[in-house]
């Protein structure tokens, strides 16, 4: 399968502070989604973004498709933001391949 | 709002058990998933299927089976638990084959002693 990898694997920023995470992926892929994992276990999509960049409030994504990329940005972090940020992509087959996330701690 | 509803948020079983996972959605979903998080390792799909009776393995299907009886449900089974197999198990279902909307439920924490 396809393999995706994030970066950093931990981040703690104080509250306010503005982030990027990272993914990068092995081959073309139909599509990409970032997905936010709260404390509770519960996985929320962010994005489908295969392409192009696309913004939600605070939370933003890029995906460059042609050099294997896409990054997610959150601006004014909050506390609520903690938890795990998967990124996720499909190939031919259409299943979702998952990176091995990126742990984010928000502190007050 | 799209529901995927997992029976057990915590399970703790013995070696040699056999166990049934179960998930049920409620919007009519063709496509429904397994996959099982670990740390470091992010999420691995066990099983996956995309109709009523129909079941294709994932990338680590070796100990699990599924059932699809019914549209809405698929049930994960750990034929006989080991104690690898204590993993938190996600299911997941999208509504058609190049969907990009997933529905992920809570999870099942589950301990194999």
């Known amino acids: 399968g396809i393999q995706v990898e994030q970066s950093p694997p931990d981040l703690i920023l104080q509250e306010g502070a503005n982030s990027t995470l990272r993914c990068n992926f092995s081959?073309?892929?139909?599509?990409l989604q970032w997905f936010h994992q709260n404390p509770w276990g519960q996985l929320i999509n962010l994005f489908y973004?295969?392409?192009g960049t696309k913004q939600n409030g605070r939370l933003s994504a890029t995906t460059v498709a042609t050099e294997r990329y896409s990054l997610l940005y959150i601006s004014s972090s909050q506390t609520t933001d903690s938890g795990v940020y998967f990124c996720a992509v499909t190939g031919e087959a259409n299943n979702l391949f998952f990176g091995t996330g990126t742990r984010l701690t928000v502190i007050p | 709002d799209v529901k995927v509803t997992q029976s057990s948020r915590y399970l703790v079983k013995r070696t040699g058990e056999k166990v049934f996972l179960e998930c049920v959605q409620d919007m009519d979903h063709e496509n429904m998933f397994w996959y099982r998080q670990d740390p470091g390792l992010g999420l691995r799909l066990i099983y996956f299927?995309?109709?009523?009776?129909?079941?294709e393995k994932g990338d680590i299907p070796e100990g699990y089976s599924v059932s699809r009886e019914k549209k809405e449900r698929f049930s994960l089974i750990l034929e006989s638990a080991s104690t690898n197999q204590t993993s938190m198990y996600l299911c997941?279902?999208?509504?058609?084959?190049?969907?990009?909307?997933?529905?992920f439920g809570s999870g099942t924490r589950l301990t194999v002693v």
């Open positions: 299927s995309y109709d009523v009776k129909m079941k």
């Open positions: 973004i295969p392409s």
């Open positions: 997941a279902s999208s509504l058609q084959r190049r969907s990009r909307g997933y529905t």
């Open positions: 081959d073309s892929v139909n599509n």
